[in-house]
């Protein structure tokens, strides 16, 4: 069974950066798409960030220009950079990954909380 775990979350003021990682383990295989979501309470999940093996990347248009979404296949991880952070960019950020076009696999989640 695939798991997901993620670090990086925290508290920042607004402008500043954070980086999100997320290791996936009970796998030898290469996960095909893997990518980040965010819930802000009271709001729907959303996706933020995807990237699928070969490198393609596709991104929520709120985020563009400020976050870059990376993986390492060779160790199944995939990494969120983000950059000029925003206070409505607060949200449970949650790693998800899959083995064809669909995310099959889910994180606990990590908080990030941008003051203003």
């Known amino acids: 069974q695939v798991q997901l775990v993620e670090s990086g979350g925290g508290s920042v003021q607004a402008g500043g950066s954070l980086r999100l990682s997320c290791a996936a383990s009970g796998t030898m295989l290469s996960l095909n798409v893997m990518g980040w979501y965010r819930q802000a309470p009271g709001k729907e999940r959303e996706l933020v960030a995807g990237v699928i093996r070969g490198g393609n990347t596709n991104y929520a248009d709120s985020v563009k220009g400020r976050f870059t979404i990376s993986r390492d296949n060779a160790k199944n991880t995939v990494f969120l950079h983000m950059n000029s952070l925003k206070p409505e960019d607060s949200a449970v950020y949650h790693c998800?990954?899959?083995?064809?076009?669909?995310?099959?696999?889910w994180g606990q989640g990590t908080q990030v909380t941008v003051s203003s």
């Open positions: 998800a990954a899959g083995w064809l076009k669909e995310y099959a696999y």
